[in-house]
């Protein structure tokens, strides 16, 4: 007979079951949540490819509508990563800081603070402009220091 502790715990006791244990344990763990996130690999397919910062060159300007009840146009880059082509939009912070973004230039993205989805009024951006050719875009806006000459 066995003893009512075993009972109903459906999983194999012995001294040969560690294969066994071994196995389910691989194959239910797909289906927590976290697990999956951190081993499916979809994070590189991402543009960022698991980066927290990507550098790319500004191939326009662009301006898009805020989406309602507001009405406004937020001033926004389009710009093609260095590491891997990858072409995104990105959203420029600050009152006029625009004026210091040109096209060409190297720029340093970002991601815009809700992990892959887009911010606020600001439909489909989802990174932000940090540096403009090496210099810190609240930096240029503060005036604390200058653009250097190209």
């Known amino acids: 007979r066995q003893s009512s502790t075993t009972m109903g715990k459906h999983k194999p006791r012995g001294l040969r079951a560690g294969r066994k244990l071994r196995i389910t344990r691989r194959e239910n763990n797909w289906a927590d949540k ?25 191939l326009e300007k662009i301006g898009i509508e805020a989406k309602q009840p507001n009405s406004a146009i937020r001033k926004c880059v389009r710009v093609q990563l260095i590491k891997n082509g990858k072409k995104i939009a990105a959203f420029v912070p600050n ?8 096209e060409n230039d190297e720029v340093l993205v970002a991601g815009f603070g809700r992990k892959g989805h887009a911010v606020g009024d600001i439909p489909g951006i989802r990174f932000k402009v940090v540096k403009v050719s090496g210099v810190a875009l609240l930096a240029l806006y503060r005036e604390k220091k200058e653009k250097p000459r190209s």
């Open 95 to 102: 009152d006029g800081c625009l004026n210091f973004v040109d």
């Open 34 to 58: 976290d697990y999956k996130k951190a081993h499916l690999g979809n994070e590189y397919k991402k543009p960022f490819a698991g980066c927290s910062h990507s550098k790319g060159i500004v």
